[in-house]
């Protein structure tokens, strides 16, 4: 029977397959004795050969689609999965104990663990996590249930997850990943902006898609109004054909404006530039006509990977964007690890609150290896483009300074050993923390720009996690503190003639972007798939006229309020 299930749209387009479940069995085991001995021990042994076999498929699988790098951690486990000093010990224990080999391998497994764990070499410490990922393996073996392996996929999907960490989105085979769906996560979540810059369509808080659907279940993803529709009949599916046929129409129409320059029917030029995550999104940036990137999330380099990227590694990623961007500017972002982007190789303590935790620049400014190296790199890589740099999650100007500071320290040292670095680098900064919003006069007369973070500074200012899709009506970008927020930013960078831009998702949204115009905004930096729209939408606003209602705008008391305001005036 059909079914509609409602969530969040988090990346336009439609996409119509299978499903294919990536949720994670359930692996609790029981100790019991057992009997007949060999065969147990023979049972152990085929689950072992058959996590082996499986191993090393997505080993050659990840070799080839995604490079050496990556296809490491599978070989780390095939290591573990063939060591002797494992695995002869869980034997010993089946035959001298009685015991099941579920309840053997688990005990034998937590010891090293826990051995390794406590180590204080980082690279032992690694080997706990690999243990702990192939005993899941063999278990799963074990016990006749499966662990999905989304990069072995065959045929076209829809992926549906209870969630799905960046990391997990980075792996996703495009030729085969249509779209996806998740109980979890919010419009802003890493996952989320990742299907944008990959054009998956999205839709995320569903709170329930892994229980209303069945592996094979055939789905529509409409990220355009945030549905999932389970086994259509065939009428729906055409209405659905249709809709995915007028979408590309759109997007054919929206293509012609892909070389011009984004001006507003009264001359007002702003830039439209691009959010990327990786080299691989350039692409997509000047296919959708982008006059710069606005924000590039370093942090995906570091991630889906078992160690830190060396320097030469970082700086082959920054020149590649540079020079493939041409003169058109770069902002690269300095590492924001953190909140729902973790690193486990760096075995950071779990928090309580990681959004308001050890994070981004705190982490920089803390462990300054890992920030001087990435600084390094940016720099060398500078003399290939127009580089501009700039720090997340800035709520002191303390913090800014010694940030900088370590920036031009860095960059003496260079210049000092013969090294070429551009001398116009701009150094700004994200506003994304409500302290740094209410003094940015005070960091306007210090940084080169600002940059708005919108999806952090909303998430702070309401005081509603991103990642929570049961506060997700909090997510509220014309809330008027909001847009008064936005509005001292944009003030204070003009008045000491420096430039403002945003590269929150509020840039690219449709009854935000008349707002963000007539607050004066210089650059509007988006998930590259809504530079053309924005571009198609700004022609037809006046920025003076818009102007003209600012006051009336920001003194209104709710969002709601603001929304009626902008569709009656600026969106006929
Ligand atoms: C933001 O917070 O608005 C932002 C652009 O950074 P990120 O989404 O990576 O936290
Ligand atoms: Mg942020």
Known sequence: MTNTINGIAASQGIAIAKAYHLVHPDLTIEKKEITDVEAEVSRLDHAIQESANELTAIKEHTLKELGP????????????????????PVKDKVKTENVNPEFALQEVADMFINMFENMDNEYMKERASDIRDVTKRILAHLLGVNIPNPSLVTEEVIIVAEDLTPSDTAQLNRQFVLGFTTDIGGRTSHSAIMARSMEIPAVVGTKSVTSDTKNGDILIIDGLDGNVIVNPTEEILAQYRNKQQAYKKQKEEWAKLKEEKTVSSDGHHVELAANIGTPKDVKGVLENGGEGVGLYRTEFLYMGRDQLPTEDEQFEAYKTVLENMGDKPVVVRTLDIGGDKELPYLHLPKEMNPFLGFRAIRLCLEEQDIFRTQLRALLRASVYGNLKIMFPMIATLDEFRQAKGILLEEKEKLVASGTKVSESIEIGMMVEIPSSAIIADQFAKEVDFFSIGTNDLIQYTMAADRMNEQVSYLYQPYHPAILRLVNMVIEAAHKEGKWAGMCGEMAGDPIAIPLLLGLGLDEFSMSATSILPA???????????????????LSMSTTEEVEEFVREHFMK
């Open 535 to 553: 571009r198609s939408q700004l022609k037809t606003l006046s920025k003076e006229e818009i102007s003209k209602h600012k006051h009336t705008i």
């Open 69 to 88: 790098d990556k296809a490491a951690i599978f070989e780390a486990h095939l290591l573990v999965v063939n060591d002797p000093e494992l695995i002869q």
